[in-house]
């Protein structure tokens, strides 16, 4: 889980972390520290690993054929509302920073670059953008059942 990966980096001195409250809610801030700052950059120059995408619905999708198309078109229903949602956060967070430059209006050019890619990843999923699962390969699928 993701919120496990700032613990072990602060087990490693990388960051310095300070508990925080808004209202009761507490969170936790990190805070890069110099061997942080050396680590980063030396990962950044390893080559990436990338781009890895797990999605338990698209596994159900590219199985469809041992199943019906009711499975078949419930998987797509899940990748599409999942995809819809998560472009929806982006949305949000891009005009909270476009309004107001926070959390981090230093890296603006940087979200910006980032943000656009996830969405890109995630319209396609959405309708009317590429519309997979309204094509030829259901249709196929549909006249052998």
Partial sequence: ???EEPKKLAT???PTSQACFTGKRRST???ITAAGRTA???WLDTPAAGMRMECEA?????FA???DVNQLRSAVREIRADAEARLAEILDR???YATTGRPFPDRLPIV???GKLLMGQYQAAVPGRHGAHRGVAIRSFLRRR
């Fill in 1 to 3: 889980m993701v919120y």
């Fill in 12 to 14: 490693a001195g990388l």
């Fill in 29 to 31: 801030v990190y805070q």
């Fill in 40 to 42: 980063l950059r030396d």
């Fill in 58 to 62: 698209m596994v159900k999708v590219a």
């Fill in 65 to 67: 054929d041992a199943g």
């Fill in 94 to 96: 891009s005009t909270q």
């Fill in 112 to 114: 910006a670059i980032t």
